[in-house]
């Protein structure tokens, strides 16, 4: 069997797998790894070497960034310091310009926060502003839902750009910096200008009210609320400032690259908003502690996918499959930017999860970067987009927007899909724009 039929009955397989026997995407990646492996003619005796190297390797470079985000982002919302941000922004763009605070909002609060978590974090927040200002509530919480899920795609620490970053060796500075271009356009298009679009949509019955439950005495200052979710951020931005004025080998130099690193910089911030979300605000070490230990938790299949994906990528690689797929979309002619784009997006309308969807895009993609001269960055921005392409059915995030904002299926489809269709090709548009400059 030839390489590219390898191929693609791994991605067939692999979509059928999650899709249709709704067999656990960890538990899939491990199935279609071995199988691969086989397939394109590693020995018994090496394939679960290979496998085994695959998950550690993944693991090992992704691990420490994942957990620490899953911890910061846990202490933004059990702290309210989200609640905070939220208020603090309706402050200042009031009710006439409500999307526009609604999309820096979500654009703050998803940064730290994983997408489930800010999903479900920001619905009161949603709810609430609709109910006090009379508004439809699709009008108003598309745009703080579309900046999270362009913080999910395209920033890290997010789970999928993360491992991406790790996987092409990209530099984390230029993917947060780029990204943030290509953000700020698809969340105007994707957000503000689409909800006006669909003003009309209304949910088939009556939302909950959902108040707020802390007192305004039990929550974080604003600037303990806005500077502890952006930490990382900060730090990533002032120490890549700080590596552009100082020579290399110098000590300012050298400290700089140490604390750029993903999992310094993570683990410092998560050291910071232990103290300053946690027990700067009353809470005990051991209690802080155990909400880290609630938030491992929620994400350790996320984890355990995530490090599985890095198997199939070890077996294409150890075979040396991974030349041959190289040279072939290499004589292809494709855009190997826009090749990333259409496997993360077929991908994603196929099997839902845009962590896996992207993952096993840039398994495939990875070969052609050492015979291309496209910047990593912007390739994990590429599938970062694709990985975003128009969630449907299968999608989780489908069902919660559907559920919690109780629309029809219809309206679901031309409300958040089409949000995420447009955060997609917007974003790929972005990339491609990006690429020709630079």
């Known amino acids: 069997m030839s390489f590219l039929a390898v191929l693609l009955a791994t991605i067939l397989l692999l979509v059928l797998l999650i899709s249709v026997c709704k067999i656990n995407p960890f538990i899939s990646f491990l199935i279609v790894a071995f199988i691969a492996g086989r397939l394109l003619g590693i020995p018994f005796q090496q394939l679960a070497s290979s496998v085994q190297k695959g998950i550690g390797d993944m693991a090992g470079s992704t691990l420490i960034v994942l957990c620490s985000g899953a911890m910061i982002g846990k202490l ?53 502003l609709a109910h006090q200002y009379k508004l439809p509530i699709v009008f108003v919480g598309l745009p703080m839902l579309a900046s999270l899920s362009v913080a999910h795609g395209f920033l890290p620490p997010h789970p999928s750009p993360s491992a991406l970053v790790s ?32 003003k009309n949509i209304q949910p088939v019955g009556e939302p909950p009210l959902i108040t707020h439950l802390k007192k305004p005495d039990q929550l974080p200052s604003v600037f303990n609320s806005f500077f502890s979710a ?52 009353g809470k005990t070490m051991k ?57 993360a997006a077929t991908l994603r309308v196929c099997i839902g999860s845009a962590t896996a ?6 398994g495939i993609i990875l070969p052609l970067m050492s015979h291309s001269a496209i910047n990593p960055s912007l390739m994990v921005l ?21 559920e919690y904002f109780n629309l029809s299926l219809k309206d679901t489809f031309r409300s958040w899909s089409l949000m995420e269709t447009i955060v997609s090709v917007v974003g790929l548009a972005g990339v491609m724009l990006l690429n020709a400059f630079l």
Not at 265 to 273: G, K, N, P, R
Not at 308 to 334: M, P, R, W
């Open 287 to 343: 209690q802080v502690m155990g909400l880290f230990e609630e938030a491992i938790k929620e994400i350790a299949v996320l984890i355990l996918i995530i490090a599985c994906s890095g198997a199939l990528k070890q077996v294409i690689t150890d075979s040396g499959a991974g030349n041959q797929i190289a040279e072939f979309f290499k004589q292809s002619q494709v855009n190997p930017l826009l090749l990333g784009w259409i496997i």
């Open 167 to 198: 996987i092409f060796h990209a530099d984390l500075g230029k993917t947060l910096l780029w990204g943030l271009i290509v953000a700020f356009p698809t969340l105007v298009l994707a957000g503000p200008v689409f909800s006006s679009m669909i």
């Open 76 to 128: 933004v919302a059990v702290s309210g310091a989200a609640e905070v941000i939220a208020s603090r922004m309706m402050r200042i763009f009031g009710e006439r310009y409500i999307q526009w605070g609604m999309l820096f909002t979500g654009f703050i609060i998803g940064i730290p926060i994983f997408y489930n978590v800010g999903f479900v974090l920001v619905v009161p927040i949603i709810f609430t």
């Open 382 to 402: 590429s599938i970062g987009s694709g990985s975003l392409m128009f969630s449907h059915v299968n999608d989780p995030g489908f069902w919660m927007f559907k």
């Open 230 to 281: 952006l930490l990382p951020v900060f730090l990533l931005i002032f120490t890549s400032f700080i590596k552009y004025l100082v020579p290399d080998q110098s000590l300012a130099g050298q400290a700089a690259s140490f604390i750029s690193e993903p999992s310094v910089l993570m683990i410092l911030s998560v050291l910071f908003c232990s103290l300053s979300l946690g027990v700067f605000l």
């Open 357 to 362: 969807a992207g993952l096993t895009a840039a």
